[in-house]
Structure formats: structure tokens, C-alpha cells
């Protein structure tokens, strides 16, 4: 089978690997789409912590179920997605029902190889049923777990106003489920394009450029004064992040879902007087992966919509810098194994 491998930093490599074969307690995917994320851009930059190399990337994934062991329910054939967060199921963190934050996580694509190949081998109890949704939505509904998990973080309450700074897929997917949420979404963003995107197809009422010199201001005229409860970083920018500290509002909470090398900086006495709540959202839990199917059987969200460059699997080599261009406009990208 074809495999696509991020050698180094700035480099993949085509090779030809063997097919996984069935193993115990093991499922094995065809993989249909591979939805391209920050987290794979970033480790092609070299700046993705919790990353070694050679790598082989891709964890937005979705597929035909071909053979596996010990997976009541499945059928051969099926569509499937699943969730890439491979847990131990002993720590102190799967003891208490949070396998999404294992002592010992083996994140697909980061930790262990992922899915930028023809055929993947999965643990079986990671598996996902498609609920009739098509390749492109099963594979876009991890990052809108991502986003779903921070928000659930968030504890969002209905008409309270939700900053999430980054209007990229995880951004925009975090906007999505916080206005199910009940909340009023502010987006904010550096790019125009974005912005307006947002305004756009998800119809969020509030935008924000954070290159503005009164940032500050135009939150204050939009909160009656207040500035919002919650904020929820979906950038994995150091400077977004430490920003974002000045616009909570007093008994504001600070959910991070976004991730970076260095370390927060924040005044203590600002963030003291509000009592702040700083929290971090990682990965997400089954519980957020089936709230997703359900909101896209609904018809809440549609992932698809978000969706700008579409890719041969044979392509994603010559592409892929082109990706992290944002003049290039890319919001998602997907590629179309097989």
C-alpha cells in the first residue's frame, strides 16, 4: 500500500508499505478521506509539541471497516470513522472516565503513525458507526469534537457571550456548538477573510480583527460593558493566548483548546480580581464524538461547509506547503484516498 511520511520537518516522502494484517483486538480501516489539520501543519513546520520523526500523519480520518476482531455491532464494509486518542485504560485518568487525557495517550498521527495511507489498523474499541453520514462529514467529526469538548469545558450557558479567538476549523467548529449551546459567539481573528467566512456560512453576529487597536472597545460595546464569561483560545498562538487574559470578564472562564511550545504569561493581579478559571481542553471524549454525529444528523452543523481545497492522496506531497500559506485561503482541506 501507498504511505505518505513526514521524514523531517518540511519533507514527505512516498513509500510502499506492507497492509496491516488483522491482529487481536485490532480493526482494520480502508481509509476514504483524510481531513488536513493544524495539528498536521504544524508538525511539517516543526513546531508541534509531543512529536518525533519520521512521522506518518493524518488523524481526521474516515473509511470502509474491512476486517476486524472483537467489534460487536460492526459490519465488514461499513462507513466508519473513529477516535485517535489510543488510551491505556488503567491511569488515574481513564480510572475517572477522562481516557482523552491517558497518562500514557497514543494520539494517531502524533504519537504513533496515522492515517495518510491506504490502510489503517485501529484498536477496536475506537470505532465509530457512520449513522448514514457521508466520507467527507465522518472525517470532519473529530475537530468538531474538539471544539465540542471545549465547550463542554466551558460549561456554556445560554445568552452568555463566548470569545473564541482562531477562526480556523477548530475555531469554527468550537463557534458551532457554542451558539447550540445557547451562547453568543463573538469570533476573533486576524484575517478578514475568515472573519467574514464566519459571518457568512455560520452566521455569527459578532466579529472582531485582532490587529484593531481597540480590541478592548469594540468587546466592551458588544458585552453592554461586561466583556464575555467565556474565552476559548482555538489558535495555538503564544501571543493570542497571553492577549486573550485582558478580555475575560470578572468570574470569566479561560478554556484553552488551542496548544503551543512556551509558557503562558499572564499578570496575576488581573486575573486574580476577576477569579478567573484558566483550564485546558485536550482532545475530546466518546461522549463529545457522538454528540457530533447526532447535532450533524440534525442538521445543527454541517462540517461540510467548511470545506475550501479538495486533493488526490497521490498530491498531498506537491501541495502541501501551499496549505499554510493563509493568502492561499485554505480553510480545510481534504484528500480523497483510493
Same mark, same amino acid.
Given at each position: ?13 512516498? =513509500?510502499? @508499505? ?16 483524510? @481531513? ?16 518525533? #520523526? ?10 470502509? +471497516? ?6 460487536? &455491532? ?14 491505556? &485504560? ?24 496515522? &492515517? ?10 475506537? +470505532?465509530? /458507526? ?37 477562526? @480556523?476549523?477548530?475555531?469554527?467548529? =468550537? ?47 458588544? =458585552? ?10 482555538? =489558535?495555538?498562538? +503564544? ?14 472562564? #479561560? ?27 485536550? !482532545? ?21 461547509? #467548511? ?14 506547503? /501551499?496549505?499554510?500559506?493563509?493568502? !492561499? ?10
Amino acid at each position: 500500500m501507498k504511505v505518505l511520511t513526514c521524514t523531517t520537518p518540511g519533507t514527505f516522502e512516498y =513509500t510502499i @508499505g506492507a497492509k496491516p494484517v488483522l491482529t487481536m483486538g485490532n480493526a482494520i480501516i480502508k481509509i476514504k478521506r483524510i @481531513g488536513i489539520c493544524g495539528t498536521d501543519l504544524h508538525a511539517f513546520e516543526g513546531t508541534q509539541p509531543f512529536f518525533s #520523526y519520521p512521522r506518518v500523519l493524518g488523524h481526521e480520518l474516515s473509511g470502509e +471497516l474491512v476486517d476486524f476482531d472483537n467489534a460487536p &455491532g460492526f459490519e465488514v464494509g461499513e462507513a466508519v470513522s473513529f477516535i485517535p486518542y489510543f488510551n491505556c &485504560g488503567t491511569c488515574i485518568a481513564c480510572c475517572r472516565r477522562r481516557p482523552n487525557c491517558c497518562t500514557n495517550i497514543q494520539v494517531c498521527g502524533v504519537h504513533v503513525h496515522g &492515517g495518510m495511507a491506504e490502510y489503517l489498523s485501529v484498536p477496536s474499541y475506537s +470505532l465509530l /458507526h457512520g449513522e448514514g453520514l457521508s466520507f467527507d462529514e465522518l472525517a470532519l467529526v473529530e475537530p468538531l469534537a474538539i471544539g465540542a469538548h471545549g465547550v463542554r469545558r466551558a460549561n456554556v450557558e445560554t445568552d452568555e457571550f463566548v470569545l473564541v479567538v482562531g477562526a @480556523g476549523p477548530i475555531g469554527l467548529g =468550537t463557534m458551532e456548538f457554542a451558539r447550540i449551546a445557547g451562547g453568543k459567539v463573538i469570533a476573533l481573528d486576524i484575517n478578514d477573510k475568515r472573519l467574514q467566512f464566519c459571518k457568512d456560512r455560520l452566521k455569527v453576529a459578532h466579529t472582531v480583527n485582532a490587529t484593531s487597536q481597540n480590541v478592548t472597545e469594540q468587546l466592551m460595546e458588544i =458585552t453592554n460593558g461586561d466583556m464575555p464569561t467565556v474565552v476559548i483560545d482555538a =489558535t495555538g498562538s +503564544l501571543k493570542a493566548i497571553n492577549n486573550a487574559f485582558q478580555y475575560m470578564a470578572h468570574g470569566a472562564r #479561560y478554556v484553552l483548546i488551542g496548544l503551543q511550545k512556551g509558557d503562558i504569561s499572564l499578570s496575576h493581579p488581573e486575573f486574580h480580581k476577576r477569579e478567573g478559571t484558566l483550564m485546558s481542553s485536550r !482532545n475530546a471524549t466518546r461522549e463529545d464524538f457522538e454528540y457530533v454525529i447526532v447535532s450533524m444528523k440534525k442538521g445543527e452543523v454541517n462540517p461540510t461547509t #467548511y470545506i475550501t481545497h479538495r486533493v488526490l492522496f497521490d498530491n498531498v506531497k506537491k501541495e502541501f506547503e /501551499h496549505w499554510l500559506n493563509p493568502a !492561499n485561503g485554505v480553510i480545510k482541506v481534504m484528500v480523497e484516498v483510493g
